[in-house]
């Protein structure tokens, strides 16, 4: 007897994909579009060349086979944002979403869009991400490796690797820092047409700073005359 059954979409080997293993950390667990903090997810920029079907996977690392019996998967999700510019979307309006999944406690959460083409200065985004904040690791299983060759990106950290796939790439964003150790998420995307699919640049993030002050019983209030 068997109380679960699944269904496998397999794609051929030319079909354009990109996978990149990355992780929530610190501030980067930016929680779901509920919460401001969803800016300091990671995000992605991808460019297209024409319209077409994207799917988009996240997965979690599974759950290790002597984990506590009330161990679960976090609650994980993810979006794709119409894009301004090369830069880190920082607020978003209900006609910026171009699609989200639904947030679920599943290993893999998928969602297919129907995208239209974008410009080189104007890419979609796409952020994937935890429900809450903050959210601590699952208990994970050992991490898998892949078959591709890699190769150190251009411009990027020590350990930015991309790794080549047919007529697309695939690519690992902040490796994990030790051989064997699993990454928090891993996002693969496939579409019908050659596309590009690449973390933010450090060079285009937004620079940042901020004063603290406050309001007396001075304070003028608006400039209204």
């Keep these: 007897t068997f109380d679960s059954a699944f269904a496998c979409r397999l794609f051929p080997e030319k079909v354009p994909r990109a996978i990149v293993a990355d992780r929530w950390e610190g501030e980067s667990a930016g929680g ?5 903090s969803w800016r300091h997810n990671p995000q992605y920029l991808l460019n297209l060349s024409r319209d077409c079907r ?12 002597d984990a506590d019996a009330d161990a679960k998967y976090r609650a994980i999700g993810l979006c794709a944002l119409r894009g301004d510019s090369r830069r880190r ?5 209900r006609e910026d979403v171009l699609g989200k999944s639904s947030i679920s406690s599943t290993r893999d959460i998928t969602l297919a869009l129907d995208l239209p083409r974008t410009t080189s200065s104007r ?57 064997g150790e699993a990454s928090d998420f891993v996002l693969s995307v496939f579409t019908d ?7 933010l640049r450090e060079e285009d993030e937004w620079h940042h700073a901020s004063l603290a002050g406050e309001w007396t019983a001075k304070s003028g209030g608006c400039p209204n005359p």
């Design 54 to 65: 994207v799917l988009f996977v996240l997965s979690q690392p599974p759950l290790e086979a």
């Design 32 to 36: 779901c579009l509920n919460f401001a």
């Design 123 to 179: 890419p979609h985004v796409v952020v994937p991400y935890t429900f809450d904040p903050g959210t601590s690791c699952a208990a994970r299983g050992p991490a898998t490796k892949s078959r591709a060759t890699s190769n150190t990106r251009p411009g990027g950290s020590p350990d930015a690797q991309i790794r080549c796939c047919p007529l697309g790439f695939q690519i690992s964003h902040r490796a994990p820092s030790r051989p």
């Design 193 to 199: 047409a050659p596309f590009k699919f690449q973390p």
């Design 89 to 93: 979307r920082l607020t978003v309006q």
